[in-house]
């Protein structure tokens, strides 16, 4: 036997501190052990798409703080007067709400897979689904208002250009994600539904696709800090 | 979804159709081929331009068709051509694809469907890439950092439709990148065979992995900057867009950071230079190891200096703006962190050379081409210390010092890297050896060839004859023997050029007519080599997986019967686990 190698392998095997943890880490196979690969890439996946909002917030501070002309004050902005009162954020409150209900209703979805229970699982979901429709359309509302108002990309009657833009950007990005979250969701709820996971024996895919949903609602709320409550 | 590929007892489909087989293959292997002529091809075309390029500046005047917006546009799409279609594109959609399962002992990616999308992705990208040259107005002039306002406002070539094919390009090659990444690092940490752990992984595979992960967190930003220079351009927003005067009129944009863009570009930017290089460290060190006969010396060292070197190439971006009217205090910390870099990569180096010492050296191919990098690379990372001191790197910024360095250390060095890679794995890949004397003759000419073209280069820059200018004109700083200089330049540059086909030649008639090779013409312990067929067939193992008894380094053993362990092979007093 090489000599090298055996004692390579006895200085990993009886490993200490930072190096035990290498060697623990490196083990054959898997890395992270009895994780399904389809989620070890979402949640790599996922820490990409971190690097892509961050980006975008960040841009959007520095262009903020750089900015040459006024930002609107957003409390302003996005009030909606009901009942002749002007509440201020209450549609983003609402839209908030109900995102982040649409996470507590996925995590109940996940947990139901794990137990096999395919038709609560599958309602779950499309209740998910329901919820992050009803979130999109919430936006286009939003989006309807302040294109009413006269806010476009290229111009803002109320102060900075950038507004407009950088809100059109960041949330348009993020509806979109939430739109694709809708669509995943409906089509993994309809293989549920039908059996698909029961005959493959795992249910990984509503776990990876809980996960996405639940990067998408904590993604918001980085936006409703920044963009909105700034 | 079902279980891992590491797993036998997942059945594989084979593809029973051509179009299964070839085209529309989720076979890592053919997409891997794929990937590489695609991006060889749009290579060429990045080659070509480079030589127009030379054949303005060393002959100005001679060739009227070359005006100065096309000289522009000839360095722009050159540069862009380079870096991301075709480095990127061949490393890891090409290398990447093809290696990793093989020496990691897998069937195939994790995710053989969205491999095989990340290709037809890519090839897209490409595609709108090219249509910029057939838009009105031609591609993009604006260099290729693209930097903003000029790269979008009036007079600059380009500006109207060129910068818009160029941009939704990237983005498209970004979400294509992501696709294959994905797969790549996912297969890297859960697909490996039984008793291949990270630490026995062959450096190939830990340099791809690590700039695949560096790409995963690096294109981010160039994608969010092509995304909000695309609505400044085509929906008049003003992100990067000062207040200015353009063509004697004041334009409609106000308040918007040029600045920013340079900070999300090269976010990307400097880390894209990793991304390249980190694949071709990889490799380099298995060529040598291979080729003398010798472990490499310092395994740990060289996986810890990668991650190493993956991760503070995210802090050190802005060595690339020291001259941008950045906070002054920001080039003191870029200027250090850029300077630590230095120490794992001369870690790096060293182990090389110390692999190399006294080892068993046959100066085959693969192995020129090896050392030949280590060359390249050492010139191009000593000019790079200086560039990255803030006081001297103000005065040779923007010159053909500039212009000197990247092409030494991550122009030529990582496509001599590739050369001596293709050298070594085509017996593998196509089961034929190439035609030794034609390939020394093209590493003879390369490698000379490139010094002669860029090193005078670098007293170029020191003269102060500007990047990116079309002709030197009247200038008084600029003696006459560099008019000489640029004519000896250029034509070192089309003999390189024309030595490029004596490869391609090889490369083809090799394929039907180079004697058959066997299963291990090199004698190299990674797995790659132990297939049962070669080349390799869909599922690569055969029906049983590999496993793994020792690292991919065991050559010139001690009272070993043969002068390398196959990694499978077991220890004579070990049974299998
Ligand atoms: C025979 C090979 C090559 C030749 C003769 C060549 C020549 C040139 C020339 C003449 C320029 C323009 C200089 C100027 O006017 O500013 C240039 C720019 C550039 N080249 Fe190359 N090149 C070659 C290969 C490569 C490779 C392999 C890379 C890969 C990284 C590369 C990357 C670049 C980049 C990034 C630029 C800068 C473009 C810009 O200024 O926007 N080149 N090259
Ligand atoms: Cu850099």
């Known amino acids: 036997m090489s000599q090298v190698t055996k004692e390579r392998n006895e200085t990993e095997e009886n490993a200490q501190g930072w190096r035990a943890i290498v060697a623990d880490w490196s083990t054959d196979r898997e890395v992270f052990r009895h994780t399904h690969w389809g989620k070890a890439m979402m949640w790599i996946f996922l820490l990409s798409d971190t690097f892509i909002f961050s980006s975008f917030l960040i841009s959007y501070m520095t262009m903020r703080a750089s900015a040459t002309m006024a930002w609107p004050d957003t409390a302003e902005v996005f009030a909606l007067t009901i009942g002749g009162q002007s509440i201020p954020l209450i549609l983003i409150a609402i839209m908030t709400f109900v995102l982040i209900s649409s996470s507590g209703t996925m995590a109940l979805a996940v947990n139901y897979g794990y137990r096999r229970n395919r038709k609560v699982t599958a309602a779950l979901m499309f209740a998910t689904a329901l919820l992050g429709a009803a979130f999109v359309g919430m936006q286009a509302f939003e989006w309807t208002k302040l294109i009413e108002e006269g806010v476009r990309p290229w111009s803002n009657p109320m102060g900075a250009p950038q507004f407009g833009a950088s809100f059109f950007m960041i949330t348009g990005f993020h509806g979109l994600h939430v739109t694709c979250g809708v669509i995943m969701l409906l089509i993994v709820a309809t293989l549920v539904l039908r059996g698909h996971y029961d005959r493959a024996g795992d249910y990984s895919a509503v776990e990876i696709a809980g996960l996405y949903w639940h990067f998408v609602d904590l993604v918001w709320v980085f936006i409703f800090a920044f963009f909105y409550l700034w | 979804m079902a279980t891992t590929i590491a797993d036998d007892l997942t059945p594989m489909h084979h593809p029973r159709t051509w179009v299964g087989k070839y085209v529309w293959s989720q076979d890592h292997k053919v997409i891997a081929i794929q990937y590489s002529v695609t991006a060889i091809a749009i290579g060429l075309v990045a080659l070509v331009l480079s030589v127009l390029m030379r054949l303005q500046l060393g002959f100005p005047g001679v060739f009227p068709w070359i005006q100065p917006e096309n000289y522009l546009q000839y360095v722009s799409m050159h540069g862009m051509i380079m870096v991301v279609y075709l480095l990127t594109a061949l490393l890891l959609g090409g290398f990447g694809n093809y290696m990793i399962p093989l020496m990691i002992g897998a069937r195939d990616m994790v995710f053989p469907f969205v491999n095989m999308l990340s290709y037809w992705v890519y090839l897209l990208s490409v595609l709108v890439l090219v249509a910029g040259f057939f838009v009105p107005g031609g591609p993009t002039g604006a260099g290729w950092t693209l930097y903003p306002p000029q790269a979008i406002s009036e007079g600059t070539p380009g500006s109207q439709w060129g910068i818009v094919t160029m941009l939704v390009s990237l983005a498209i090659f970004i979400v294509a990148f992501t696709m294959g990444g994905l797969n790549y690092v996912t297969t890297v940490l859960q697909a490996r065979t ?82 390249v290089a980190l694949p071709a460290f990889g490799i380099v060190s298995d060529l040598i190891s291979v080729h003398a006969r010798k472990n490499i010396f310092g395994y740990r060292m060289m996986v810890w200096a990668i991650v190493i070197i993956g991760g503070l190439s995210f802090i050190v971006w802005a060595h690339h703006m020291y001259v941008s009217g950045m906070n002054p205090y920001f ?130 820059g020191v003269l102060g004859v500007p990047r990116r200018y079309y002709a030197l004109g009247e200038t008084s700083f600029i003696p006459e023997s560099a008019h000489l200089a640029n004519q000896a330049i250029s034509i070192a540059a089309i003999v390189v050029f024309a030595a490029q086909f004596l490869f391609f030649y090889n490369m083809i008639w090799s394929l039907f007519r180079g004697p058959k090779a066997g299963p291990n013409p090199w004698g190299a312990a990674s797995l790659e080599w132990q297939t049962p067929d070669t080349p390799p067939r869909h599922g690569n193992w055969g029906a049983k997986l590999p496993t793994v008894y020792r690292w991919a380094y065991d050559y010139s053993v001690p009272h070993a019967p043969r002068d390398f362990i196959p990694q499978d092979e077991p220890h004579p007093k070990d049974t299998a686990p």
């Open chain 2, 194 to 275: 039984r008793g291949m752990t990270l630490m026995r992984m062959p450096l190939t595979v830990w340099g791809i992995f690590i700039a695949s992960i560096m790409g995963l967190l690096a294109f981010p930003a160039l994608f969010v900057a092509a995304i909000m220079m695309l609505l400044d351009h085509v929906a008049g927003a003003s992100f990067f867009m000062p207040s200015m005067m353009s063509m004697g009129q004041a334009t409609d944009t106000l308040g918007g950071s040029p600045i920013l863009f340079q900070h999300l570009f090269w976010f990307f930017g400097h880390p894209e230079v990793y991304i």
């Open chain 2, 331 to 460: 080039g003191f910390f870029f200027a250090t962190s850029t300077l630590i870099i230095a120490i794992p990569t001369a870690i790096k180096v060293y182990n090389w050379l110390l692999t190399l010492w006294r080892g068993d050296i046959h100066l085959r191919v693969p192995m020129l081409f090896a050392l030949a990098f280590l060359f390249t690379f050492i010139h191009g990372g000593l000019s790079g210390l200086f560039l990255g001191n803030v006081s001297v790197d103000v005065p040779l910024s923007d010159t053909f010092f500039v212009v000197g360095h990247f092409h030494m250390v991550m122009g030529v060095s990582p496509i001599l890297v590739i050369f001596g890679a293709i050298y070594h794995w085509y017996p593998k890949i196509a089961g034929r050896m190439w035609n030794q004397a034609l390939a020394q003759v093209h590493f003879w000419v390369t490698f000379l060839g490139v010094y002669a073209i860029y090193l005078p280069m670098h007293y170029l």
